[in-house]
């Protein structure tokens, strides 16, 4: 058991090593040189020499990535050009929105799949399962940021009950913060539970066939016991991995959701960053998103080889 | 002999007081309250010598001030200054300083704060190096006395110091010294009526009523007189998405929006929480050619352009389709800034004549190389006017390349001669004719043009009202013939506030907040 | 938005189901006939299909469908809604939107085949050779790996901040993200094929790698190709969409399903039909390609076509 969480750990290493250089070699992709294009053209000849200095942009490639890494290691990030504060800053500060909008769209994308699946799993070929799987098939296919678009107009909009944009944090007022999450998680999580609705209806059928259910039918258990009993925990097993790849996903999408909802996140600091040239903070973003989804991976896996022996020793 | 309470003195006694409630009484104005107003997005500088950027303007004026103002006439009306007095040559400008007037950080303003700050402004920003050629010396005399020798005489002194765009701020000494010219300050005291609390880049920048503020004795007169910070704080919060902006001010997350589609003027005038505000002048448009280097270096070329145009669909379309908001003018100054004012006959703007355009062309000797015409969905109406531009010049055998960028981008590039030929930008109101930035050779764009140097520097010079506006209209004329940019229409601006919003003075061309209070 | 990443590595029962179909594929050399009259029966496959070919017909026969010429102004007529004249009304600007939306379809068509292809190329090409040669893998999955960290919208937007606007910045960078998905689906193909009998017996026989590799192990691709295939060439379509809705993609007057989509969010309450018919195009395409994804799997899945559907 500790073997494989050594190994699992050490695993990480090379990954985030690849990370790492892909998110340095984003700043060299640009064509022409990115400190001018940083600074603009109306920056003095000095003034351009610093930053290349200050950046390490003069030495040879090989020279920058290994200081790159070294930096990286002791958490410097850099330092943002247009915010005037390390980049890390930054992304600490605009990390609880995105952090919330996540994990309020991941508690709506299980909330509304895992039912919806089992449901459709416990009532096979049944009317009930045909028109769930219809709108799971239609949830996955519909374009969050067009989802976005229609909520606020129908919700915000036309009926009012909820606002149309906005942030207030949970630790300012629940209430009010609450309000202004619905239609961003709602749009954020419809697309993932549609995906996790289609994914927990195959576990549950392939668990309710094993054998184990069956001998719990012929013992006479109602359907409702061997469901909840005896399959519904075994199915939910690889739920858990898509949980983990779904968090992945919903990092993504919350950029658009961010930018739609006027949401002061990690996504709207990238966007704008970009807008605005100012890499350090773009390449500060991507490599903390991808290094925690690397982390939630592990951390998924650490717990799936908890569960199921038959990982650990396979 | 001991006073005797008659009925009569009660009642007098009682007038009295009630007399001295009604005004209380009257205006209501509560203190107090946030005001959350939504903007476009993050200001490039929070310092005023910087940048001619609207939203620092806006931003700026609010914690800053200058040593004069402009009244509801646009005209210069003392604001730090006590006042002026000019020599019999002209030649020497004394200002005298108010006295007690405290910075945010607790220092009383002295002639040495205004001499640093004025020598920064006076490098940096655009109306600053205007007036400052003129200058030979400027120093302190006293405390609180300021002289400014001049080479020539200028008729730009006052309502230099007075515009409210790239203004000539008063920093403590220290801060203006502390950061050269071309660097951004960082720390930011002013005197205004509000300080700055807190910027949070992307969330919301706080400013906060600075309780020592030392108003003028005046009633409000356009952007200057007396000003009373009634709100507790100014939220600016920047929304980039002008829907979300309309949305927000429609369910009251948002007390004041800025800068909105004309689109949404319909919905907005029905709601009954809700007030529009019809902002004219907001912007004229104009499409700025480069002319340093590459095509539009070629006068023909330029002149080929402004014929082919037919502006006003173009104008109609960027309005949102109504007629109220936008106006067919070919006088550089709009009908807002009466002094200035034009109306010329005969002058080739918006001739909509294809085929003189199409004879241009040819007598240019153009080839169908691909124009770089650089613009940004960020300001709308830019794109919009922009994408117009490129459909009518197609069709008299322009190749336009349309650029989109971000605003910064533009904002930055527009300084490189290599990197495109044509650019959209708005210009604001400018409130003396040696002020239009686009005739001058330092601002992007590079008006060299000899013949309106000449005029330009005579606008300078020349202090006889008559004669200045005979040499303005002049220098109309020329511009027309030269075309150093093109005038489009003047767009008017959509904003909204709620109707809890009391006190706002609607008619100046961008927003102020002292004075306005919110009703509970 | 639905992720590959469930469909491929990590579920177990899907690689050996489409394993089984590779046994039989690479005992044939290609798709046995039977195969593909049971895909032409799938339900899904043919609705899919079928879908897909009027997309595909819609942007090649863009010019002849379309009632006006898409990127042609014409401000008097702006904000207009459904006529006759124009079915699905018309933008801010007084374009057409079904001609937007018809010509939309070759852009998302162009990026999503592009990409699909070339990811399915690169991924042959990487997967094959990371199970051939054991040290290479090691190497190349560890990147594989790292790219996959990225959340591929995020990716994305990064790499055309750096490249700058395009239509084919929009395909490298797409194909850059979703290529380490097919790389791994093809490396696990090619390692479970390797131990396969006869190819052991080639092996033995003295057949150079090239060879076997050309003959026995590409064909088994084949069906995993197809598969993944069609569900990447769903997801590049709808992330050049929100490319385009981000501002990062094809120029804004280029006709893209994203670009209307972004032109219609401010006019949302007096013209919605700006953004909800390019929308639903998005949707409809996205849905017959997912449909036809499915239905690949499922025929050329035996295992997983027992349990019900």
Known sequence: MAAYFVQRLLAVIPVMAVVVTVVFLLIHLIPGDPVSVMLGPDASPAQIEATRRALGLDRPLHEQLFRFYSRVVRGDLGQSYFLDRPVLTAIVERAEPTLVLTFSALLVAVAIGVPAGIVAAAHRGSAWDRLLMLGALLGVCIPGFWLSLNFIYLFAVRLGWLPAAGYTSIMVDPVAAGRYMVLPALSLGFNQSALIARISRSCMLEALHQDYVRTARAKGLSQRAVVYGHAFRNALVPVVTVVG??????????????????????GRLIISAILRRDYPVVQGVVLITAAAYVMINLTIDLLYAFIDPRIRYG | MVPVITRRSIVVAAAFLVGMLVPVLAF??????????????????????WTTASI???????????????????????????????????????????????????????????????????????YGKALFAQVAEMRALDRYTVEFKLKEKSAIVLISLAVPNNFGAIYPKEIAEKFPPEVKVTEYVGTGPFRLAEWKPDQYIRMVRFDDYKSRGEKPNGYGGGKTAYLDEIRWIPVPEVATRVAQVETGELEF???????AYDRLKKNPHVQTIVSKPYYWLVAVFNKKEGLMTNQKLRQAWQAALDIEPIMKNVAGGHSEFYRMDSSLAPVEISTWHTKLGGLPWNERNKDKAKRLLQEAGYKREPIRFMTTQEYKWMYDFALLTKQQLEDVGFSIDLQVVDWATLVKRRNNSKEYDVFTTGMGAFYDPTHHIYLTPSWPGWTTDEGIAKLQAELARETDPKKRMALWEQQTRQFYEKVPVIRYGDLFGLRAMRTTVKGFNDKTERIRFYNVWLEK | ????????????????????TVERAGQAGRLPSHTVRRLLRNRNVVIGGLTLIVFVAAALFANTISTHDPTRLEPARRLQAPSAAHYLGTDEFGRDVWSLVVHGSRVSLVVGLATMVLTSLAGVVIGVVAGYYRRIDLVLMRVMDGLMAFPAILLAIALMAARGPGVWNVIMALSVVYTPRTAMLIRSTVLSVRELDYVEAARALGRRDAGIA?????????????????????YAILAEAILGFLGV????????????????KNVMREAFWVSLFPGLALTIAGLSLN??????????????????R
């Open chain 1, 245 to 266: 790849i779904t968090m992945a996903i919903l990092i993504g999408g919350a950029v658009v959701t961010e930018i739609v909802f006027n949401i002061p996140g990690l």
């Open chain 2, 28 to 49: 209501a104005q509560t203190k107090g309250g946030v005001l959350r107003v939504g903007n476009l997005g993050e200001p490039p500088a929070l310092d005023a010598h």
């Open chain 3, 291 to 308: 449909l036809v994804g499915d239905g690949l799997r499922d025929t050329l899945d035996p295992r997983l076509a027992h349990s019900e």
């Open chain 2, 56 to 126: 620092t303007e806006t931003l700026t004026n609010h914690i800053y001030e200058g040593l004069y103002s402009l009244d509801a006439s646009n005209r210069p009306i003392p604001m730090l200054a006590e006042g002026h007095t000019v020599s019999k040559d002209g030649l020497t400008y004394t200002f005298k300083l108010r006295q007690g007037i405290k910075f945010h950080n607790g220092k009383e303003m002295g002639s040495d704060d205004v001499v640093a700050s004025l020598t920064r402004w006076g490098k940096q920003s655009i």
């Open chain 3, 249 to 264: 993609g094809v120029p804004p007057y280029v006709p893209s399903w994203g670009n209307v989509i972004a032109s219609g």
């Open chain 3, 214 to 234: 050309a003959r026995h192990i590409v064909p088994s691709c084949v069906a995993p190709l197809l598969v993944q295939g069609s569900f990447i060439f769903a």
């Open chain 2, 257 to 263: 929006a800025d800068d909105l589609n004309l689109d």
């Open chain 3, 1 to 20: 938005m639905a992720d590959a990443a469930v469909r491929e590595v990590g579920t177990s029962t899907a690689e050996s189901g489409v394993l089984g």
